[in-house]
């Protein structure tokens, strides 16, 4: 069921709209990007953004950031040394990410 506020502030917010009030905003145009992680708990998330304003990255951010790369990386070389090399790196990086859970 809609509360009275809901509708105020939708139509509010179409007003708004109509004015051109959200005309020309910072980052208009580009996605979002949200921070939160839906499936960590509302805990785990305070103690990451505190991490985050501190300057500190959890070690299982640089490594899922280091997989990530690593996979987009062994995507774009053929078939060879080079790519057999990366995919057991990226098999390592995997087996430590495992172990931290």
């Known amino acids: 069921?809609?509360?009275?506020?809901?509708?105020?502030?939708?139509?509010?917010?179409?007003?708004?709209?109509?004015?051109?009030?959200?005309?020309?905003?910072?980052?208009?145009?580009?996605?979002?990007?949200?921070?939160?992680e839906l499936f960590?708990?509302?805990e785990q998330r305070m103690v990451n953004h505190i991490l985050k304003n501190a300057g500190i990255t959890p070690?299982?951010?640089t490594l899922r950031r280091?997989?990530?790369a690593l996979r987009?990386?062994?995507e774009s070389l053929p078939q060879g040394e080079q790519r057999s090399a990366l995919r057991h790196k990226l098999a390592w990086l995997l087996m430590q990410l495992g172990e931290k859970h």
């Not at 069921?1 to 910072?26: H, K, N, V, W, Y």
């Open 1 to 36: 069921m809609t509360s009275i506020f809901d509708i105020l502030a939708e139509q509010r917010i179409a007003d708004a709209l109509r004015r051109g009030e959200f005309d020309g905003l910072p980052g208009a145009g580009r996605p979002l990007v949200f921070d939160d």
């Open 40 to 42: 960590v708990s509302p």
């Open 59 to 61: 070690t299982e951010v």
């Open 66 to 68: 280091e997989i990530a």
């Open 72 to 74: 987009k990386e062994i």
